[in-house]
């Protein structure tokens, strides 16, 4: 768990079917409300993937934004969530060299998203429209949790990226994907490609103190 990363540029060498098969295994051993299990997964490889590449970047061009859930860094509000996220940008950039002025390279940057990072394979998780939809969201969040412990335990990497989600119906008529189905994220996975700058940082996290909230459960935060 502490050792995984969210890789941004990967080798292109596909993964062997026996390593796709247990990854996709090792998800679904994922917990969900009621045991529904309501992933439904799409993974794209090869001219597939390839294809579907070009398609997102034609959406992209034409501002053909189609999200099924919301996405904005306002909604993050002031403070905490908003300098987290303005934490990884800042050092996602720095590590490949961008300024923060340069917003060309920057955007250039953030259709890497579109070509899957240079990875060989891409999965799309795709959920069905329960109710206000967050329970569906938080079991493809486990789901997803165990896809890359899985990718990493295997000596591999994945990034889970928001951003695929951004064209859902680009990718729903591609896939042929039922309207039903909603489109949460895609997971880009294959082999890291170690030499790159963009993949020699890891970003922290918060301290404990931070995020946890104990009761009558006393020396847990205690200094070692």
């Known amino acids: 768990m502490r050792s995984r990363f969210s890789v941004r540029k990967f080798l292109p060498t596909p993964l062997p079917p026996s390593d796709i098969r247990g990854i996709l295994e090792d998800a679904q051993a994922a917990p969900s409300n009621c045991n529904t299990q309501p992933w439904t997964v799409h993974v794209v490889s090869g001219a597939a993937r390839d294809a579907l590449s070009k398609e997102l970047l034609k959406a992209d061009e034409e501002k053909r934004f189609s999200p099924d859930f919301s996405f904005s860094y306002a909604d993050f509000g002031e403070g905490t969530y908003l300098d987290r996220a303005h934490e990884h940008a800042a050092t996602v950039y720095q590590s490949v060299g961008i300024s923060r002025s340069d917003q060309a390279s920057r955007y250039a940057h953030a259709r890497e998203n579109l070509e899957f990072f240079g990875a060989p394979h891409a999965a799309f998780l795709f959920m069905p429209a329960f109710g206000d939809g967050v329970r569906a969201a938080g079991d493809i969040g486990m789901y997803a949790q165990n896809f890359l412990l899985s990718l990493t335990a295997r000596g591999l990497g994945g990034i889970p990226q928001t951003m695929l989600g ?37 970003m922290g996290r918060a301290p404990l103190e931070q995020s946890v909230v104990l009761h009558d459960t006393p020396g847990v935060l205690d200094e070692r």
């Open 166 to 202: 951004q064209y859902a119906d680009t990718v729903r008529e591609f896939l042929d994907v039922p309207k039903g189905l909603k489109l949460l994220f895609g997971i880009s996975f294959g082999a890291a490609d170690l030499a790159a700058p963009v993949n020699g940082f890891h």
